[in-house]
Structure formats: structure tokens, C-alpha cells
């Protein structure tokens, strides 16, 4: 571990200046972006755009689309992976170590704190209306994260297809996420190798977006940097290192307690977790809670809802509901350990299982992604795969809508399709309007999201002190 930190030390002395962004710099942009990472993928990715690409021009928007397409193909956040895989790119393995914690920090906070609170009173009082004003206007970034993606990444009739097609499958079919990822690679890919304009980057006409910022015009430029160059022994020495923090300390539970032992079983489902979780929290969640409830015991029927509320309305990935589950599970069986020690450790194992394996992706596989980019097929298959990404933003955004508008939702089935049907007697008219205040604010006053995020908190606690 000590060569690892050394190694990560000297990379980000010698890739700092090569492009004009300092390690100290971008230190504190990659604090902007996780204090701001709220709403989800879609939000998360968004206000990464809107910062590296819009803002600092770090890399330009085929890269970015690049990298992300990847992402969205690994187990676990991809929001998370891509700050670490644009972190590496950047700095190096400093960069990239330092983009994924600070991702996941805040939001570790913030789900810790409320999880005391939790335990210790039963309710979040006031706090509940902080983050009720919260989930509104999140709601509105996640709408925004829609439109600034699609604009970017719908260049033509065939783009929207996949778009309709994806959401379609996923929304109404409930076709799992990386079966889509899959055919809409595979697609791209023959429409690219047969010549098809609408299948090359760039190809189409433009956007609403207006112009986008290319790699060559960014600072880090279209060539690829020598520490992202594909070198096997780098990759597996580095993933020989994350390997090893992810799964000796599961081993290390195991021989010293027990395989029955609350911390054992923590470090061994959610590494489980980690490995399976593709298309984003979703996709596990439900499988999560009831394996939570039924089999463990871990929470009581229901408590899932409040964890995940808490992790909708913290800034980080929404997977870090599972940070949630495992403090409450050691709280419940703390053994020999007062209860809230015991449920701080459940809940930073359950974080370290979580996403050390996101790190192990990134630099496995990342130096190689880089290296196919120039790869006109390939670039057909992640143009096509972008576009699909779109149909599933655009789910998870109904997805919400429908959760925090309404109490009472209803699935119904016609045929092969699943319907999900709010109960319109059961609209929550405070968070809609302030969903609707929210999205004023950002789409006709251009209002700042951290500026429209404060002051919907502020109006979510004056609602519950009044009622």
C-alpha cells in the first residue's frame, strides 16, 4: 500500500502542469462537484458536465461521452466512476483516487449524521423537512440532467430511436439495464461498420445544445496522455493492491468471527452488491431491502423507504442506501459493542465493500477504454450506447417524479407491459409546487442548482414547522 501511495504521489508531480490544472486545483473542484452531486445519476453526471466540460473545459465532450459510456457498462455508480476514470486522466492515480473518495464523502457524512439521528430518536423532526424541500427541487435538476445530456447526445433520428427504444424497454417492458446497454453497442456497431452517417460521432445535425466544446479545444487535448496509455503491468499491479484492500478484510471477519457474524454477513452481501449492481441502485434495491427484512432482519418493513429517502436528498450516488441498511443491521446486533459503535462500523465496512471495487474497475480497465477511442466501430457503439443512456436518465426521472409528487403509486400490468399509475388523490401539493418553483427558477431565471437547492430546504422547514 505504501508503494501504491508513493507511486500516486510521484504520477501527480509529473502529470500536473501538462495540461495547466494543478493537483490543488482540481482538488477543490472535485469538492465543488461532490457537494453539489445531488439527484441521482442523472443529476450527478450533469453538474460533472456542466463543471469539466462546460465550465473548466477540462476535456471535451466526446471524451467525457466516452468515458461515461464505459462506466454506465461496470457494476456499481457510474457517476462515481467517471469522476475517478476524468480524475486518473487527469492526475493520474492521485487524481483519480482523490475524485472517488471526495464523491463519496460528503454524502457518508450526511447519511451517518441522519442514521444517528435515526437510531437514537426514530424521526428526523425538522431535519425530515429539510430534506423534503430537498427531494423537490432535486427533482428539477434531474429534469435539467434530461435535457443538458440529451441535447448532447440525440444528434439525429437514429439517436432518438434508441432513445425511445430504451426508455420503452426499461420503463414499460422492464427489460434489465445491461441487456439494453448490450443492444444498443451491438447496433451501433454494425451501423458504424456498414457506413451509416448516423452512427459516427458528430454525425447529424446539430443540437440544441449549441456548440460543444471539442477534445481538441480542451485542455487536456484529443491526444492521449503517456500515464493513459494501455500498460498491463500497471493495471494488474495497481488492481493486485485494490483486490486485496476489498477482500482481506472480508476474509480477516470471517476467520476471526464467524461466518454468522453480523460484520461478516455485512462484507459479504454487499460485496455481492458491488458486483452485480449494473444499470445503478435501481436495479438491486428492491432485492437489497428484502433481503434486508426477510432474511437478515435487518430493518424493519419499511425502513428502506427512509433510507433511501435520506440517500435521494444527500449529495453522492443513491447506492449509498446500502450505508443506511449495514448501520442499521449492526445496530440491531451490536454484540459485544455498544450499539452505535457497532453501527458506525457496520456502516463504513458497508461503504468500503461498496465502492473500493469502483476503483478496481476504473484502473483495470480505463488505460485500455483509452486506447480504443479512436476506434471508429467502437465509437459507433458508444455513440449508440449514449443515446440509450438518455432513455434510461429519462426513467429514472419519471421514476422520481412519480415518488416524490405523489404517496401512492400503483403497478399495473396490460399484456407485457408494466404501468406505473399514481393515485392522483394522493399528490403531495407542497413538493409540487415547490418541483414547479424549482424548475422556474432554474430553466427561465437560470437560478444556480446550489442557490434553488437551499432555498427549497429552507422552504421544506417552514412547511413542517407550520403543520
Known amino acids: 500500500m505504501a508503494e501504491v501511495i508513493r507511486n500516486a504521489s510521484a504520477d501527480r508531480e509529473k502529470s500536473e502542469y501538462i495540461h495547466g490544472v494543478s493537483f490543488g486545483e482540481a482538488f477543490k473542484v472535485w469538492v465543488r462537484i461532490a457537494a453539489l452531486s445531488f439527484g441521482g445519476p442523472a443529476g450527478q453526471i450533469a453538474v460533472m458536465h456542466r463543471i469539466i466540460v462546460d465550465e473548466k473545459r477540462w476535456i471535451g465532450e466526446n471524451r467525457f461521452l466516452h468515458a461515461l459510456n464505459y462506466c454506465m457498462l461496470l457494476p456499481g455508480p457510474e457517476a462515481q466512476q467517471l469522476a475517478i476514470y476524468i480524475g486518473w486522466l487527469m492526475h493520474r492515480t492521485a487524481g483519480g483516487l482523490v475524485a472517488g473518495i471526495l464523491f463519496v464523502l460528503p454524502g457518508f457524512l450526511a447519511i451517518l449524521g441522519l442514521s444517528y439521528i435515526y437510531a437514537a430518536f426514530g424521526s ?25 445530456i440529451g441535447s448532447r447526445a440525440i444528434k439525429n433520428n437514429a439517436m432518438v430511436a434508441i432513445a425511445a427504444a430504451a426508455f420503452v424497454s426499461i420503463f414499460f417492458l ?13 447496433v451501433g456497431y454494425c451501423g458504424s461498420r456498414f457506413g451509416l452517417a448516423s452512427f459516427k460521432v458528430g454525425g447529424g445535425h446539430k443540437t440544441a445544445g449549441g456548440p460543444t466544446l471539442s477534445d481538441a479545444d480542451s485542455l ?4 492521449t496522455p503517456a500515464h493513459a496509455r494501455s500498460n498491463l503491468s500497471w493495471s494488474l499491479r495497481i488492481s493486485a493492491v485494490l483486490l486485496a484492500l476489498w477482500i482481506i478484510p472480508i476474509g480477516l471477519l470471517w476467520w476471526v468471527l464467524g461466518s454468522n457474524d453480523v460484520f461478516t454477513q455485512i462484507g459479504f452481501f454487499f460485496s455481492q452488491m458491488a458486483v452485480v449492481t449494473f444499470g445503478g441502485a435501481y436495479a438491486v434495491l428492491a432485492y437489497v431491502a428484502q433481503e434486508a427484512v426477510q432474511h437478515y432482519g435487518w430493518l424493519k418493513p419499511g425502513e428502506m423507504l427512509d433510507g433511501l429517502g435520506m440517500a435521494e436528498t444527500t449529495p453522492g450516488p443513491l447506492i449509498m442506501v446500502v450505508q443506511f441498511v449495514g448501520f442499521m443491521g449492526a445496530f440491531r446486533d451490536p454484540g459485544a459493542l455498544n450499539p452505535m459503535i457497532a453501527a458506525t462500523l457496520g456502516a463504513i465496512l458497508t461503504t468500503w465493500v ?3 471495487p ?8 480505463a488505460p485500455f477504454i483509452e486506447k480504443l477511442r479512436g476506434n471508429i466501430a ?9 443515446a440509450a443512456v438518455v432513455g434510461v436518465i429519462l426513467n429514472l426521472a419519471i421514476w422520481f417524479a412519480l415518488h416524490t409528487l405523489f404517496e ?3 403497478v399495473v400490468r396490460l399484456g407485457a407491459f408494466w404501468l406505473d399509475i399514481p393515485v392522483l388523490g394522493s399528490i403531495v401539493l407542497p413538493a409540487a409546487i415547490l418541483s414547479t418553483a424549482a424548475a422556474v427558477a432554474i430553466f427561465r431565471f437560470r437560478v444556480s442548482v446550489i442557490a434553488t437547492l437551499l432555498a427549497c430546504a429552507l422552504a421544506g422547514m417552514a412547511w413542517t414547522l407550520a403543520t
Open 124 to 148: 428526523v423532526g425538522v431535519v425530515a423537512g429539510l430534506f423534503f424541500g430537498l427531494k423537490a427541487a432535486v427533482l428539477a435538476v434531474v429534469v435539467q440532467a434530461v435535457f443538458r
Open 174 to 186: 422492464h427489460v434489465p439495464f445491461p441487456l439494453i446497454v448490450l443492444t444498443a453497442g451491438i
Open 220 to 223: 487536456l487535448g484529443e491526444g
Open 354 to 356: 461498496t465502492f473500493v
Open 358 to 365: 469502483c476503483f478496481l474497475w476504473i484502473f483495470l480497465g
Open 378 to 386: 467502437l465509437a459507433g457503439a458508444m455513440s449508440a450506447i449514449t
Open 408 to 410: 401512492e403509486v400503483h
